[in-house]
């Protein structure tokens, strides 16, 4: 998912649940941050990496794809195949309660088991969309490189090359939402009246139709803070809590390699 989901959505999902705004700024700054974070600072973490090239480096596979955006789920032929909602994304965002920014980061990754289910973050076959002759097929075959940013953009409806099922990304956003505002309001705000949700969600979808700046100018009005901007956020959040970023995402890998140890290695 793009910063329309993780940065702008999140931030109305937390406050349409009650979180403060100052709370919810943080922790939707902590969730799109997830995604720029590309080169390792201090503890050597980094969460992301911006060069296509460097997926291919199995390090980069297992310690910034796979517990920042490709978490394995629940699928038993394809153990390290992301699966939406899945019981490892959940036990991630239970163990992040508490703290705003490992809940950021813990939500990045969450709402990635929804628009990067069928993948995974490996270099391996089953994400392999192109027969060998075509361009596509020159990317490596890591998590959805080869169709590039399609299964990202909320409006996009598209066909899946391996299966030849046809995707609509506004639905698997809407599940995302939906997931996410319900960890929120536990979390924050227990007696949240349903309705906030029901009266949400006709708005959401017809949002989730637009294109992507459109979008975002939409979820801003719908959050009554229609002057937010993460080219402003971003800078104020990353100058203070930078530091205390890194510590959260390295508390989130630590739990992320938890969860691994008794998955089968994939070659080579």
Same mark, same amino acid.
């Given at each position: 998912?793009? #910063? ?17 705004? @100052? ?15 590309? #080169? ?54 239970? @163990?992040? =309660? ?29 994400? @392999? ?35 030849? #099922? ?48 459109? =979008? ?53």
């Amino acid at each position: 998912m793009q #910063k329309d989901v993780h940065f702008y959505l999140t931030y109305l999902l937390a406050r349409r649940a009650g979180i403060p705004d @100052a709370d919810a700024e943080k922790i939707a700054w902590a969730d799109q941050y997830t995604d720029d974070l590309t #080169k390792p600072d201090l503890y050597e973490i980094q969460t992301q990496s911006d060069i296509l090239g460097n997926w291919v480096e199995r390090q980069i596979q297992l310690s910034v794809l796979i517990p920042f955006h490709f978490l394995p789920g629940n699928d038993p032929q394809h153990p390290w195949m992301t699966t939406r909602n899945s019981p490892r994304a959940q036990s991630l965002v239970d @163990a992040a =309660r508490g703290d705003l920014l490992q809940l950021g980061i813990a939500l990045h990754a969450f709402q990635d088991t929804f628009s990067h289910e069928s993948f995974s973050g490996w270099r391996e076959d089953l994400n @392999a969309c192109f027969p060998w002759y075509q361009v596509e097929a020159a990317i490596p075959n890591v998590g959805h490189a080869e169709l590039r940013v399609i299964p990202d953009v909320v409006n996009y409806v598209w066909t899946d090359p391996r299966s030849g #099922k046809q995707l609509d990304n506004k639905e698997r956003t809407l599940a995302a939402a939906k997931a996410t505002f319900d960890y929120l309001s536990r979390f924050f705000n227990p007696g949240v009246n349903p309705s906030v949700w029901q009266a949400l969600e006709p708005k959401l979808e017809r949002i989730f139709k637009f294109d992507y700046d459109k =979008r975002i100018d939409e979820l801003c009005a719908l959050s009554e803070r229609s002057a937010i901007d993460y080219k402003e956020v971003n800078p104020r959040l990353e100058g203070g809590s930078k530091v205390d970023f890194m510590k959260a995402a390295s508390k989130h890998l630590a739990e992320t390699m938890k969860l691994f140890q008794n998955l089968p290695w994939v070659g080579p």
